[in-house]
């Protein structure tokens, strides 16, 4: 599993934790998006480049509904 939260904080610039990030992104085969991902910029980029990229995206709000 690939998981952003699991980079040292402080440490980085913004940009750098994006190129982590995006690197981490484009290795999984899906990408879960928390709820008011929409209000992150840098989510809002992950997502973007999640569809271009073809993988499967899954919101977990959504997800966490269909469970039950």
Not at 1 to 7: G, I, K
Not at 41 to 58: F, M, P, V, Y
Request: glycine share 6%; net charge negative.
């Amino acid at each position: 599993m690939c998981n952003p939260a699991v980079l040292p904080y402080p440490g980085f610039e913004y940009e750098q934790y994006m190129r982590m990030s995006l690197a981490m992104l484009l290795e999984c085969e899906a990408v879960c998006f928390l709820p008011d991902w929409t209000e992150s910029t840098g989510a809002r980029r992950e997502h973007g480049i999640a569809a271009e990229a073809g993988k499967e995206i899954i919101y977990f709000s959504r997800w966490l509904l269909e469970r039950n």
